[in-house]
C-alpha cells in the first residue's frame, strides 16, 4: 500500500521505507512527489495534464512528446558518441559569427551546393567544377581546385600542412579531426578562409566577378583582424541601475506575504520561504522550511505558498494577499492544479 510509505502525523515520505523497496532511480523519483499535508479524500488525476483532467487533446500531446522523445534518443544514440558531441561542440564554441558557424554545419553535413551535390539532386547535369572541369566535391572545391590552391599558398603554412595531412572524405569527420589537431586560432583561421575561398569561387561562377587570391587572402586577414577586435572587452560606460520595483502594500485591513524558493547548487533539496508583514510595511513574521528531494523550482514555489497558509494560520491572520514571483505558479494555483503539486493548493 502507498500508505506505508507514507509518516502519516508529519506528511512525508518514510525515506528509508522508499529507498529499501525501490531501485533507486525510482526512489528518487517517488521521494519529489511533494505530498499533502491536508485530508483530502483520494481522486484520479491524468498526468498529461497539470490541473490533472483527461482530455483527447493533452493525450495527443504526451503521445506525440513520447515519440518523439523516442527518436530523439535513437538519432543520438546513432549518431552522438562523445567524441562526436566534442567535434560539434568546437564548431559551435567557434567565436565567430554564426553564419561562419552555419556554413561550416552545411560542410559537414555535405550540404554545399558543390556540383555533385547538385547533381545528385538533379539541379546540374554533370557533376565537374564549374571553375576548372575536374570531378568536383566539397574537397575540391575548398582545398583541391586550383583557385582554392592559390588561396590556401597564400596562408599560414603550418597550418595548411596540418590541414592537409588529414584526407577523410567525410566533411564532418575531417573538420572534427583538424579542429584537434590545430589550435583555437588556427582552426578559426581555417574556417574563415574555407569561407572566403566558397563566397569567391560563387561570386566567380554566379556573378561573374572575379577576385584574385591575394584579394581573397587579404580579404580573410583583415576578417580576422575585425574579429579578435571585436572580442576584445570593451570598457563600457556605467550603466545606471534599475529601479527596484517599489512594494506594493495591500489595503489596510490586510497583510501581505511574500514568499520565494531556492535551490542550492548541488540540488537534492530546496528550500522555501515567507515574510509576512502589514499594510505599512512592519514586520509580523516569518517561516522557512528545507524540503528534502525536491528541486523543481515550480513546485517549491507552490510548496511556498502552502508555508504562507501555514504562516498566515499561526499568525492569526485571515485576511491575506500572498505575493510571489512564479508566474507559472500562480496561474496553476488559480487554475485549481489537482495534479502536480500534490494537490496542495
Ligand atoms: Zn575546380
Known sequence: MVSDLIEPTLACWREEVVRQVF???NAEAILKIPLCTRHVDDFWAWSGDPKGRFSVKSAYKLIHKMKMGREDWLDEAEEMSSGESKGWSSIWGLQ???????????????????????????????????????????????????????VW?????????????????????????????????????????LWAIWAARRKIIHEGIYR????????????????????????????TPRARPTRQPPPDDHVKINVDAAVPRAGGRGAVGAVCRDASGVFLGASAVIVNNIEDPEVLEVLATREALALADDLYEHKVFIASDCMAAVEAIKGGTAAAYGNNG
Open 23 to 25: 531501485v533507486s532511480a
Open 96 to 150: 565567430v559569427p554564426s553564419k561562419l558557424k552555419i556554413f561550416t554545419w552545411r560542410l559537414a553535413r555535405h550540404s554545399l551546393p558543390t556540383s555533385d551535390v547538385l547533381h545528385r539532386r538533379n539541379m546540374l547535369p554533370s557533376h565537374v567544377c564549374a571553375l576548372c572541369g575536374a570531378a568536383d566535391n566539397w574537397r575540391h572545391s575548398l582545398i583541391d581546385c586550383n583557385y582554392a590552391r592559390c
Open 153 to 193: 599558398a597564400l596562408s599560414n603554412e603550418d597550418m595548411v600542412q596540418h590541414m592537409c595531412m588529414q584526407r577523410d572524405d567525410q566533411a564532418k569527420r575531417w573538420i572534427f579531426l583538424t579542429s584537434e589537431s590545430l589550435s583555437q586560432e588556427e582552426f578559426t583561421t581555417m574556417i574563415v578562409t
Open 212 to 239: 584574385t587570391p591575394f584579394s581573397t587572402n587579404g580579404f580573410v586577414t583583415s576578417y580576422l583582424a575585425d574579429l579578435k577586435q571585436i572580442q576584445k572587452p570593451v570598457d563600457r560606460p556605467p550603466t
